[in-house]
């Protein structure tokens, strides 16, 4: 496995729209373990294919640090409720800013061996599902900042719940 280099806000490849994965290839599996180590190794709570520079319709997630989901052409079909709260993406370093996301989240994806399951979250789970199918779409959380960014040096993350 190899760690692989974090696109950072600023480069093209975060703005464009992925494509699905039509099969399950060495390349694919190569892509989506490089990933988890990429994410594990940068301590992110998850990670898009576009954020290593591919433009695939792939994400992976692991709000616990033991339990990683990985998501093939994920796609939301339920929400519901809201949650405001501090933001932060592997791609804008340093940063951080209010988003207001569902409270839960229903989506459905393909998992590694190209079978179809349902992912259900609520909380910090539902807000990763979110953050991470708007990279597929080019879409970066800064875009829906309420306020102002902020060093994330200057937020108490202890006082967060």
Known sequence: MAIRNIREIGDDVLTKKCKEVKEMTPRIRELIDDMLDTMYEAYGVGLAA?????LKRIVVIDVTGEDPYVLINPRIVEISGEQTG????????????TVTRP???KAMALNENMEPYEIEGTELLARAICHELD???GQLYVDKVEGELMDASD???EDEE
Do not use: M
């Open 50 to 54: 576009p954020q290593v520079g591919i």
């Open 86 to 97: 501090s933001e932060a993406c592997l791609s804008v370093p340093g940063k951080t800013g």
């Open 103 to 105: 409270n839960y989240v």
């Open 135 to 137: 990279h597929l779409d």
């Open 155 to 157: 937020l108490d993350w």
